[in-house]
């Protein structure tokens, strides 16, 4: 286990409550606001450049659909089990998508953040390493959470993004397991790979779990010990630990947390959002889903409960949170 010896707080894209996601911006604003991580998802273009987007068809994150020059770079594509019309990274070059802008990816719940549209470039995944390694002090080290998008996709479609991923962090020098770079995906073969490519000593690995029946079994006691045969801790939505009902009420606190420490996994849960719409209904405060409701309240849940860190859009909240926790004096 790698647990740390207090939670860490990972800016999510960044701090995406305050700045479009995935920009320069973004990830410093995280890393003003306490986070001692930062996450950027990782996509590949067409010539197996590592370039950070939300996901690979851009269209809900950059200026490409207002862009005439790739209006016929349009198509429809089958990416995992879900059919998108749009415009893919893996039919642009780097040069090409370096021409592109950051648009705010939720404009109606984060307004103020459009005022920010088009000012910022499209980040490579050595870059964001880059601005992490040039934010950090001795007393203060910054890391970065990548999370591999659809790497095995990737590979049957003739971008091998486990082998490009390999040989990035032997270039940056990030393969060691305390190295700058920690590795996380929802794709498990992917996640694999990577560690046979790397080796045991290579990078910290998470993997993602998702609150869809599909990933029931890597939450079961089977599925976090073959979780434990290549990566170092889970990274599961939050609803796994909290679940609600059909109306946004919890229900209960499961015990994920507890046997995943058993197997010797840390637990990093996502994602902690500070607007109504995505809190439990008693933490919400008003009607007006994109206001501001109380997450520090789902914030001391998750933290109570003894995660390791915390994945969120508003890392302020939860550096504030973990603050306040450190300050109460253990029971004997």
């Given at each position: ?29 995280a ?18 450049a ?8 851009l ?28 415009w ?28 920010y ?28 959470l990548a ?18 991923v ?18 996380q995906s ?8 990577l ?20 990933d029931d ?47 010797g996994?840390?637990?990093v ?5 500070a607007e ?24 001391r ?32």
């Open positions: 286990m790698t647990r740390s010896p207090r939670p860490v707080i990972v800016g999510h894209r960044g701090a995406p409550g305050y700045r479009p996601e995935h920009t320069a911006a973004s990830y410093e604003l890393i003003d606001l306490g986070a001692d991580m930062i996450e950027p998802d990782v996509v590949v273009t067409r010539d197996g590592l370039v950070v987007r939300h996901e690979n068809e269209s809900r994150t950059t200026d490409i659909s207002v862009r005439p020059e790739f209006a016929d770079r349009r198509t429809t594509r089958r990416v995992g089990d879900k059919e998108r019309t749009g893919f990274a893996e039919d642009l070059t780097l040069a090409e998508i370096r021409t592109l802008r950051a648009m705010e990816r939720m404009p109606d719940m984060r307004p103020l953040n459009t005022a549209d088009r000012q910022f470039g499209i980040m490579t995944l050595a870059e964001v390493v880059e601005l992490a390694r040039r934010r950090s002090t001795p007393a203060r080290p910054i890391r970065v999370e591999l998008k659809k790497p095995s996709w990737s590979a049957e479609n003739g971008l091998p993004m486990a082998e490009l390999a040989a990035e962090l032997r270039r940056l020098d990030a393969v060691s397991a305390d190295g700058t770079v920690i590795v929802f794709d498990a073969p992917g996640l694999r790979d560690r046979a490519l790397l080796g045991d000593d290579g990078p910290t690995m998470f993997q993602l779990v998702d609150d869809v029946p599909e079994a890597l939450t079961t006691n089977a599925g976090l010990r073959g979780i434990s045969t290549y990566a170092q801790g889970i990274a599961p939505s939050r609803h796994r630990i909290l679940p609600r009902d059909a109306e946004g009420y919890l229900t209960e606190v499961t015990d994920l947390v507890a046997r995943a420490h058993r197997a996994l840390s637990v849960p996502w994602t902690l959002r109504n719409l995505f809190l439990p209904r008693h933490l919400q405060r008003g009607d007006d889903p994109s206001a501001l409701g109380d997450a520090a309240g789902e914030a849940l998750l933290l109570g409960l003894g995660v390791d860190g915390l994945i969120t859009d508003h890392p302020e909240i939860a550096v504030a949170v973990r603050a306040e926790l450190s300050s109460v004096p253990a029971r004997v």
